[in-house]
């Protein structure tokens, strides 16, 4: 057996790690590792080989976790064209490298490629496995996923009760895999203005995660940010201010204080300490502070003359004169 700092063995246990440190939100730590694991693999086996396939699908993941949909979109385009070359158009590896480029195209707002790519996975998986299989409640969650960017809510919620039912059933409530599609229903009934039910779902996807994860998992932090707008809506202001600030302590920790993903966290609770009708908690010094962060890193990453920059820039004038 090949032993050494670069034989396939380490490259195995490299991509062990990585999916390790993925799930523990380690998501550095994991593209170090995946980095090194595939570029062992790509000289032993080759470009084209199933162990790199399966090492590009994990780094397409990983880089839609950090928000680097283009690089995650080179690696699923990769991976889907090594899984079609070995095992045909129709298979079920190729079905679940789809739903991940699926959602990366989701991520750049390129829906009609994301529709007609989940649209391909769903045919896929159903054929395989039929319609009640775990697999295919992946692609209807990836669906929901969509239409509810697209704001088609009702469709969102149409695919995303078909997908909480065949994993409950499947899975049980207190699986991580039910308490994502549960989350995002909940996020999908807040637009509906359906708040009670969202309430009662969001609070069920958080105590599922802080006992799998942890209370500091950033699946923790994106519940707790997607919990801001209900209590917005309830006019539940300290609220809105508690679990914003936790999801900004956890997420800040997972992507680092000046990522890009923070920048609307950080805006959405200015707006919530300069908002006249949160007298209890108003605090406009910190509302400037937190508005300048996000301001300061929409300039580095998006540049001045970017809509978002310009229109954050607007909101921190009025609020300071």
Known sequence: TEQGPESLNVATVLNSLGQLYIRTNQLKTASECLQNALRIQ???????????????????????????????????????????????????????????????????????????????????????????????????????????????????AEYLKKAEVIKTRALGEEHPDTSRVVNRLATVYVEQNNLTEAQNLFEKSLAVREKQFGPEHSRVGQTLKHMITLYEMQEKWSDALRVGNRALDILSRTFGEDHINIAGLLMRLGLLYANPENKAESNVDQAKVLLRRALDIYEKNLGIDDKKTKELADVLYGIEH
């Open 42 to 156: 790509e000289s032993k086996l080759g470009p084209k080989a199933y162990e790199v396939g399966e090492t590009l699908a994990t780094m397409t993941s990983l880089y839609g976790l950090l928000g680097q949909f283009s690089l995650a979109l080179q690696y699923g385009k990769r991976a889907l064209s090594i899984m079609e070359e070995l095992f045909g158009m129709d298979s079920v590896d190729v079905s679940r490298v789809l739903v991940t480029v699926g959602e990366v195209y989701m991520n750049q707002n390129e829906f009609a490629l994301s529709r007609e790519t989940l649209g391909r996975a769903l045919t896929i998986t159903e054929a395989k496995f039929g319609p009640e299989h775990t697999a295919t409640a992946d692609v209807l969650y990836a669906i929901g996923c969509v239409c509810s960017v697209q704001t088609d809510y009702d469709g969102a």
